[in-house]
């Protein structure tokens, strides 16, 4: 697949076959995806891949944050049961969720620097991911920022930003693509013969 392909069809997966992606190739993915560019070699990122069982203990901690944000007040009882039960079921049919964090640098210089570095290593999963027929979606679910969801699954929120959840599995169904922007109102040219 060449770059600009993958680029272009690379698609935002919400629904997952229930095959499980083989482990060597989540580690290729996961492996080259570390030639995203990185300052001063740091290398941030750190994931934490949950699967097969670990995906119950991952869904419960997860249901256990939406309690504590709110996510179910408002409902009756039996409104709230099949919300729950939805949303677990939901997290448990897809066969992959990749966690991942980076040590947070107390210099707010470096600390965005390790951010970017972390957000362009993810995009390199995604493209390397999609070029092997997996498909992921990048989330920043609100769990991320709940510093008890950091501590339920063994992770000191003072010491690790969690930047992302990646799902991940085999598409079911890939999505049309979406217009983009003409480049022509994003692209702004200083030249020098630009008027004041």
């Known amino acids: 697949m060449e770059l600009l392909e993958a680029i272009r069809s690379r698609r935002s997966i919400h629904e997952y076959k229930e095959e499980q992606v083989d482990q060597k190739v989540l ?8 030639w995203a560019p990185n300052h001063r070699m740091k290398e941030p990122w750190q994931i934490r891949l949950y699967q097969d069982k670990g995906k119950e203990a991952y869904a419960q901690v997860v249901m256990e944050s939406y309690q504590r944000q709110g996510f179910f007040d408002g409902y009756d009882e039996e409104k709230t049961k099949r919300l729950q039960e939805g949303i677990r079921e939901f997290l448990l049919n897809i066969p992959h969720h990749a966690l991942i964090y980076m040590e947070r640098d107390e210099d707010i210089r470096k600390y965005e620097e390790d951010y970017a570095a972390v957000c362009a290593y993810i995009q390199n999963v995604q493209l390397l991911a ?6 992921v979606l990048w989330t920043t679910s609100p769990y991320l920022h709940d510093e008890q969801f950091s501590e339920a699954i063994g992770l000191d929120s003072q010491r690790f930003k969690l930047v992302s959840v990646l799902q991940m599995g085999y598409p079911k169904r890939i999505p049309n693509p979406k ?13 020098g013969n630009e008027k004041s």
């Open 179 to 191: 217009v983009r922007t003409p480049i022509h109102q994003k692209l702004h040219l200083y030249d």
């Open 130 to 135: 999609w070029k092997a027929g997996v498909g």
């Open 27 to 34: 580690e290729h993915i996961f492996a080259e995806s570390a």
